[in-house]
Structure formats: structure tokens, C-alpha cells
């Protein structure tokens, strides 16, 4: 008991109760299945996105190339499979997660061998990808008449199905279970293998890592190819959601949305703390905050006011918690 | 076969046009003790980290149980029984002490997988076979130094090493706890472990060592039999050039009707109790005492950053309110902190502007801009008068050795022009010809009239450099010494650690 009022996870789910209380009691409508499953379906993209940053950060990194990637992967598999005239999400999925690999590579070698700080090499990046994508392959959107019709079926298509009162159908999108594969995934690295405890361990002191004998290289190249991967994946995700491909889309929308999510879950921007656990109950709350503001009777123009509200309040309250923590340290040791 | 286990071959290493090795070769036997010995700056840190596989030599072989290793990784150097215990302990703060002590030896062994459960039953057993209990899921960064440093080498003991090197493993910890790390290294050896131990602290290396290899300036001196040495000798080999000590001597006809500082009944709650003292102008007074003794919080209320729960200060028999540094800084009061790296430089911005950073307001010009040309003559005043090594003002602070850091230190509070300096620690870390030049700046300030407080936990630099002492035990003065001419090292020793205290009861 005393353990789960010391997580930074049981506050949030209780935020998160509350919050959902509130708004079902201002509108019952909230208080659905339907709606839960709706949920679901939209923001298990952003979630996985999230898992990738918060794999980076662990590692004491950052990375704000992935909705670029996303984009670019998107793009270019939707172009490919119109072009050739295949209609095979396979071979869409395989495209869009290579270009995430080889994209997560490419900032894994700035920031390894030159030793560039991540923030700088990934906002670099995201802008180079993005720019010679719009360059090269093309800045016309593809709309819905033009997708081809696998990604449309995608995002139809349900893990099973329940009725409404009127006989219509709805259900729980298969998104969902890819979300749960790539969370399952990623909990047993981080949780159960030695690489995922030296992300923990970089994230810490990384120097020390270097010097366990650890080739902290090849770890580096692990944790970007990873988030570019993850980003690979939302990126066919999403067009399959809103069965559009615009190739100036989540450039910017997402990005917000992850940092605020991966931060409320208690992760800390200095790396090496956190929680997958925390990082998914994030993406909830961002994404309920997000969706029901307008059920609240709120303009939807508060939402981005009470994102950025909750960034400023998470970071802050990491870095208060450090302070005390180190000045615990500085004169006044005893034990 | 040969009995070494470790031999180092010629190793020549230079950073920057700096020749940090040069030509240096050593051996450590099986089951050896051995203390490599040096000033800093003396290349000790570069060999053992090229002894580690952690930074790689220019020229040079190391050989390990008789096999030559050209290019040594630092895998290969755990594999083959090799344990370093770095200076800065390399630990993971944000890990459990049960993952620091076993994630190294789950990478030597190449374990993919996390078992738990066996992660802490190992953790267990090893800090039982130090003979220390720490609890295993406590994050390290909540522990303290000395805890840190348990887990540290508990975790170099898991390893099933053959040889364990520990740079400067006592500079935090207390007699006891020294005393009791010595004990772990003479159990090692009996288990045929031998240990290469660093350090400058000299009483340490009699105490331990079985043979003394010296390094002076990335050479090597030569290796002794530690009972062919004394203090005397190593420190001439250490430093080549003789240091005799004679105590300061402050004349009692200075001594002006009214204190520069009186301490009345100062008390925080937890941290010191009652304190009562005064200073006259040209004294150093001493204040010693173990850590937690008090003496770092008492000083720090002083100047302004630890606020007293009651008492009065007085400042020329006027009574204050020292709220804040600046008000302290206002006030004339100076003060040298005991860990310069966090507290007392900038370590990125260059020496020039450490020194000046107290004083800024002084060098600007009608327009409120700073005075360039009044600002070089302030730097190089400093540089020149406290002799920092440096061949410019604008490099950075880091780069200059522990000695010349501390100097800068020094002047960015002598440009303020302080009545009374408090200085603590002020040779913490310090090679000894630096450590003597401080301590001849600090006596000359003294001399021309400056009131002192040294808070030192050594007792030869608080005996030879102060002309009163008081010792702190527990949050009290446990003991007030108007003329330190008149104790010994043994007595203030005991006084500190509370022996004489006890036996008189």
C-alpha cells in the first residue's frame, strides 16, 4: 500500500478517475463503451509514438525526428503501392518500417560517432527527412478515392464487434492490438533483458556504462532504429485511420501530444526514470483531456492551453524533485 | 609463467601536445598490494584507465597473467579478472543497489536475460561477504558517499576478480570506515586478490602497502618496499623538493580590543547547538571536526546559506542579520566552499571571468558595460598574484589541475577584498607543493591583517596553519585550544574523534 502511494502511477490513474467522473457527470454520454472503444482506435498510434520517445528519454536521449519519420514512411509506402499497383499492407508496413529503421540509423550515427547532442542531431534530421521527402517524392496529398483499398480495410477492421441499440455496429479497432504488441514488446526489453537495464543504466551514468564494457554505440543505434521503427508503424496506423495522406500532416500535431504524454507519466527529460506503465496512462490522459474538453462545455481552443499546462507543471515537478534530492546531498549527509 | 599478474610495458600516452605517460612501466604481483602513488596531475588516472581498456595508450603493451595485449578493450580487461574502482565510482544513480551490484557481471557474462530474483540473492550474498548490510532497493542515488562507495566495491568483489584497483577509494570516507575497507583488501589477499591502490593521503599508503610505485609528472620515480620509505622520503619523491612545516604564529600585541566577528549561542536545530566564539583581526582560527560534526552548516550559516534557528553574530561588535550571501558579501565576509566543483567555479566559463564574477560591478564603465581593459587588469592582477598555471585568462576552469582551480577560487574572493575569509577545505583534493603554496597565501593574508577561519578535517594542515582551534563534535564546541603550539597531532586527533571525551567520562 504504501509502495503504490509513493508511484507517480497511481496519482495519474486517480486524475484520471476523477477527470472521467467529472465528465460523466456533466454529460452521460461519456460513459460508454462505444466511446471507450473510440478512444482506442485514436490514440493507439499516438501511444505507440509515445512508447518510442519514451524508450529515447530512458536512455538519457532525445529524439523529435519520429513524426517525421512517421510521415515520411506514411507517404512514401501510399505513393510506392499506388505506383506499382499493389494493394498489400504487408508490403506497406514493410516500406514504412524500413524507412524508420534506415531514418533511426541515420541519428544513431550523428549522435554516436560525432557525439552531437540528440536534441540537436534529431531536430536536424526531422527537418532534413521532411524537407527532402516534400523535395523528391512530392507534396500533393492523396485522398481518400485514391488510397489503396488494404489501408482502408485496416482501419475498419475490428478485433470483434458489438451492437448498438439500433442494430449498427461497432468495435474495438485492431489497433488496439497492435499497441498491446509493441507495449508487451518493449515492457519484456526494458524490463526483462540486459539491454533494456543498460538503456536504464545509460539514462543514469552512461559513462560508467562505457566503462562496463559496454559498446554504448550499438545500444544507441538499438534505441533510435527502435522509435524510428515504432514510427514506421504508426505511420501506416494513421493513414488507415483518417484514410488520407497528407504529406504535411502529423508533422507538427503529434509532437506535442507525445512529449506531454511520455512527461505526465512520470518519465524524467534527464532520462534514466520512468515507467511504461506511466507512459500509457499519459497517452490516456492527454488523449481523454484532448477529445472531451468540448463535452465539458470547454472551447476547444483551451486544449492546447491545458497540454502545454500539463508539460510545464510534469517537468517542473521532475525537477523540483531532483533539486531536493541533490541538496539533500550537498552540506547536511548523515546516516 | 611469471608471478605478475599485471605488468604495464612502456606505456607513453599524450593529450594535446601534453605528454601524460611517458614511458612508464609497473608490475603488480598475485595477491600484491599495491599502492600507486603520485601527485595530482601525475598521470595516475591516465594509466589506470589505459590499464582499464577505457582509453587506449599511444605506445605501449599490457600484459595480464602473461598474455600481451595490444590494443585491451575494456571487456576484455573485466574478463581477464580486472576490476576498477573509478575515483567517481561510476555507479547507475538511478538503479537499485541490488542492479549496481550485479549489472556488471551480468554484462562480463553476456546474461541476455534479467532474473530478478537471482539479481538480488546475489546482491545479497556479496554485500554479506563485505560484512555490510545496505538495503538492496534503495535507489543509489538516495545513499550516501560512504554507502556509494560500499556498493562500489561490493560490486567489483562480485566480479571474481583476480586483481581490483581502487583510485582514491578513501578520499570520502571516515577513519572507521577506512579502516574497515582495509580489512576487506587484507582479506582479499588472503584469497590470493591483489589490489593496486591509489592515493595521496601518505599515512594510507604505510598502512597498507606492501610496495610503492611513484609517479612524478608522467614518469616513473621508481618502486619501493613501503617499510624502505617514510613520509619525509616519499613526499621529496612525490614532489622532488623537501616541505617542512612551521607553525603560524599570531602576535598577541596585534590583538585589537574588539573582535572582527563574535559568535553568540548560535543554534539550528539538528546541526549545531550553542556555539559561542570570536576572532580578532589577523588570526586563523581553525574549526575541525568530523563530517556531521557540524562545522560545514555552522560556516554556511555565517555566510548567509543556512539560516539559524537563534543566536546573534556579530560583525565589529555590531550584531547582524546575515540573510544571503550578498548580504554576507556586503558585510566583507568571504567564503571558500568545501567542494569547489559544484559550489565554487564556474567550470565551464573560462578563469578570467571566475575571478571577476564577485566584483563585476566594479569593472563597469559609465555606460554600465563591463571595462574591458579594466577587466584584463583585474585577471591577470590575480593570475599573477596566486601564480595560476595558466598561459591565458580565457580558457576554461576545468581545464586547469586541482591546485590552480582552487587558487582561482581563492582570488574571485580576494577581489572582493574580504575582512574575514572562511575557508573550508581548502586543500581537499590537492597535490602537496599546491597545498604548501595555499597555505602560504592563507598565512600571508593572515599577516597583512585579514581575519581566518579554517575549517579543515585534517589535522596537520589545521596544527600548522592555525594559531587557535576549536573542535566541533556532535554540533558543540567540544573543546576551544587557544595556542595550537601547545597540542600534538595525537591529542587533537582524539579530541576529534571523541576518544579523550569518552575515556575522561
Keep these: 500500500m504504501k509502495k503504490l502511494l509513493a508511484k507517480n502511477e497511481t496519482y495519474l490513474l486517480l486524475v484520471i478517475v476523477v477527470f472521467c467522473a467529472v465528465i460523466t457527470i456533466v454529460n452521460p454520454a461519456f460513459l460508454t463503451v462505444e466511446n471507450f472503444f473510440d478512444l482506442a482506435r485514436n490514440s493507439s498510434g499516438t501511444a505507440i509514438l509515445a512508447i518510442g520517445f519514451f524508450v529515447v528519454l530512458l536512455s538519457g536521449g532525445i529524439d523529435i525526428s519520429f513524426p517525421a519519420v512517421a510521415i515520411v514512411g506514411q507517404y512514401i509506402a501510399v505513393n510506392s503501392l499506388i505506383a506499382l499497383g499493389v494493394d498489400n499492407l504487408l508490403l506497406a508496413f514493410a516500406i514504412s518500417c524500413t524507412i524508420g529503421l534506415a531514418f533511426g540509423a541515420v541519428n544513431a550515427f550523428f549522435i554516436s560517432v560525432f557525439k552531437i547532442p540528440t536534441l540537436i542531431v534529431t531536430l536536424a534530421t526531422a527537418n532534413l527527412f521532411h524537407g527532402a521527402m516534400l523535395e523528391f517524392v512530392g507534396t500533393k496529398a492523396v485522398n481518400t478515392g485514391q488510397l489503396p483499398n488494404s489501408f482502408k480495410s485496416f482501419g475498419l477492421f475490428n478485433l470483434f464487434d458489438l451492437h448498438r441499440a439500433d442494430g449498427s455496429a461497432y468495435g474495438l479497432s485492431v489497433f488496439f492490438l497492435v499497441l498491446v504488441i509493441v507495449a508487451l514488446v518493449t515492457w519484456f526489453v526494458l524490463r526483462r533483458t540486459l539491454l533494456g537495464r543498460i538503456i536504464y543504466a545509460m539514462g543514469g551514468n552512461s559513462e560508467a556504462v562505457r566503462r562496463s564494457g559496454i559498446r554504448v554505440t550499438s545500444v544507441q543505434f538499438f534505441i533510435y532504429c527502435y522509435v524510428g521503427l515504432l514510427a514506421g508503424i504508426m505511420g501506416i496506423m494513421h493513414v488507415s485511420l483518417i484514410r488520407y495522406s497528407n504529406p504535411t500532416y502529423i508533422v507538427d500535431s503529434e509532437l506535442l501530444h507525445v512529449i506531454a504524454a511520455v512527461v505526465l507519466g512520470g518519465a524524467s527529460i534527464m532520462g534514466g526514470s520512468g515507467t511504461l506503465t506511466g507512459t500509457l496512462l499519459g497517452v490516456a490522459m492527454i488523449s481523454i483531456l484532448e477529445k472531451n474538453l468540448v463535452l465539458l462545455g470547454i472551447s476547444s481552443y483551451y486544449q492546447q492551453f491545458f497540454v502545454g499546462l500539463v508539460l510545464v507543471l510534469g517537468v517542473s515537478i521532475t525537477h523540483i524533485q531532483r533539486r531536493v534530492r541533490s541538496r539533500k546531498q550537498l552540506a547536511f549527509v548523515r546516516d | ?505
Excluded at chain 2, 601524460?20 to 595477491?31: I, Y
Excluded at chain 2, 572562511?422 to 581575519?451: C, Q, W, Y
Excluded at chain 2, 594542515?461 to 576551544?480: D, S
Aim: net charge neutral.
Design chain 2, 1 to 505: 609463467m611469471s608471478a605478475n599478474f599485471l605488468e604495464v610495458r612502456n606505456i607513453f600516452k599524450a593529450y594535446d601536445g601534453v605528454q601524460a605517460l611517458n614511458d612508464v612501466s609497473m608490475a603488480v604481483g598475485k595477491g600484491e598490494i599495491h599502492c600507486l602513488v603520485g601527485e595530482n596531475g601525475s598521470g595516475k588516472s591516465t594509466l589506470i584507465k589505459i590499464v582499464g581498456g577505457v582509453v587506449e595508450a599511444d605506445r605501449g603493451d599490457i600484459v595480464i597473467e602473461g598474455k600481451v595485449h595490444h590494443h585491451l578493450q575494456a571487456i576484455d580487461a573485466i574478463r581477464e579478472g580486472l576490476q576498477i574502482i573509478y575515483q567517481d565510482l561510476a555507479l547507475y544513480p538511478n538503479l537499485t543497489v541490488a542492479e549496481n551490484i550485479s549489472l556488471n557481471q551480468m554484462i562480463e557474462r553476456r546474461t541476455r536475460l534479467v532474473n530478478w530474483r537471482g539479481m538480488r540473492a546475489l546482491a545479497a550474498k556479496s554485500l554479506d561477504e563485505v560484512g555490510e548490510s545496505i538495503d538492496l532497493d534503495e535507489s543509489v542515488q538516495n545513499l550516501s558517499i560512504a554507502k556509494k562507495q560500499i556498493v562500489a566495491i561490493t560490486r567489483a568483489l562480485t566480479h571474481g576478480a583476480r586483481l581490483i584497483i581502487m583510485d582514491e577509494p578513501t578520499s570520502a570516507i571516515t577513519k572507521d570506515e577506512v579502516e574497515h575497507l582495509f580489512s576487506v583488501i587484507l582479506g582479499l589477499k588472503q584469497k590470493g586478490i591483489a589490489t593496486l591502490f591509489i592515493s595521496h593521503k601518505l599515512s594510507e599508503v604505510f598502512e597498507i602497502a606492501e610496495n610503492v610505485t611513484i609517479l612524478r609528472d608522467g614518469k616513473k620515480v621508481g618502486v619501493f618496499p613501503a617499510g624502505d620509505l617514510d613520509d619525509e622520503k616519499l613526499t621529496f619523491l612525490m614532489t622532488g623538493q623537501r616541505i617542512s612545516y612551521s607553525p603560524f604564529a599570531f602576535d598577541e600585541k596585534r590583538r585589537s580590543a574588539l573582535p572582527v566577528l563574535e559568535v553568540r549561542r548560535l543554534t539550528k536545530a539538528r546541526q549545531f547547538n550553542d556555539i559561542s566564539f570570536k576572532v580578532w583581526a589577523g588570526e586563523i582560527l581553525g574549526i575541525t571536526g568530523l563530517i556531521g560534526s557540524g562545522r560545514t552548516e555552522m560556516a554556511l550559516a555565517l555566510f548567509g546559506l543556512n539560516r539559524p534557528d537563534s543566536g546573534e553574530i556579530l560583525v565589529d561588535g555590531k550584531p547582524v542579520r546575515v540573510g544571503s550571501p550578498e548580504g554576507a558579501k556586503r558585510l566583507g565576509i568571504g567564503y571558500l566552499p568545501e567542494d569547489r566543483l559544484s559550489q565554487g567555479l564556474f567550470v565551464a566559463q573560462s578563469i578570467g571571468d571566475n575571478i571577476i564574477v564577485t566584483i563585476v560591478r566594479r569593472l563597469l564603465s559609465k555606460l554600465r558595460l563591463i571595462n574591458p581593459a579594466e577587466r584584463k587588469k583585474a585577471e591577470l592582477h590575480w593570475i599573477d598574484e596566486l601564480r595560476i598555471k595558466t598561459p591565458s585568462p580565457r580558457i576554461p576552469a576545468f581545464s586547469l589541475s586541482g591546485g590552480n582551480q582552487q587558487r582561482v577560487v581563492l582570488a574571485k574572493w580576494l577581489a572582493t577584498n574580504p575582512r574575514l575569509f572562511i575557508i573550508d577545505g581548502p586543500t581537499i583534493g590537492i597535490d602537496i607543493a599546491s597545498k604548501r603554496n595555499i597555505h602560504e597565501v592563507i598565512r600571508g593574508l593572515a599577516a597583512s591583517g585579514m581575519t581566518i577561519i579554517m575549517i579543515s578535517d585534517e589535522i596537520p594542515e589545521i596544527l600548522h596553519n592555525c594559531n587557535r582551534i576549536l573542535v566541533m563534535r556532535k554540533g558543540r564546541i567540544e573543546r576551544e585550544i587557544p595556542d595550537a603550539a601547545l597540542v600534538s597531532g595525537e591529542e587533537l586527533f582524539n579530541l576529534v574523534s571523541g576518544k579523550l571525551f569518552d575515556e575522561v567520562r
